[in-house]
């Protein structure tokens, strides 16, 4: 299975920003790509996804703060953190779906096969 790789998590004070990077090999073949994130004992929820045929689409909770973006060239997804909150802290995961649309369905991650670690954000008061 192809496999995708978050980085740039870490700990800052509410109103700090953070950027995470995805990459890997499941990047080059899929050109639906997604943030998701989980806090222990909840449900895993969408935080961005975007496609080539798209614009970046938002949970309510992430419209003007966060931002997704593409590096083309290098192969790379961001996802730019702005304003962080305390409920922003969770970790974060990368996903990928297997077709070129991100098509119907965007927030539920059944419909994503392609999945990183996850990267841990904890933002403090």
């Known amino acids: 299975q192809d496999q995708l790789q978050e980085s740039g998590g870490g700990s800052v004070q509410a109103g700090g920003s953070l950027r995470l990077s995805c990459t890997g090999p499941?990047?080059?073949?899929?050109?639906?790509m997604a943030w998701f994130r989980q806090v222990a004992g909840k449900e895993r929820e969408g935080v961005a996804c975007?496609?080539?045929?798209?614009?970046?689409e938002y949970v309510n909770r992430a419209k003007g703060r966060f931002t997704i973006s593409k590096d083309i060239d290098n192969h790379i997804f961001y996802l730019q953190m702005s304003s962080l909150e305390v409920e922003d802290t969770a970790i974060y995961y990368c996903?990928?779906?297997?077709?070129?649309?991100?098509?119907?369905?965007?927030?539920?991650?059944?419909?994503?096969?392609?999945w990183g670690q996850g990267t841990q954000v904890t933002v403090s008061a």
């Open positions: 996903a990928a779906r297997s077709i070129a649309d991100c098509g119907e369905a965007i927030w539920t991650p059944s419909n994503y096969q392609y």
């Open positions: 499941g990047y080059r073949s899929h050109r639906c």
């Open positions: 975007m496609s080539r045929t798209s614009p970046p």
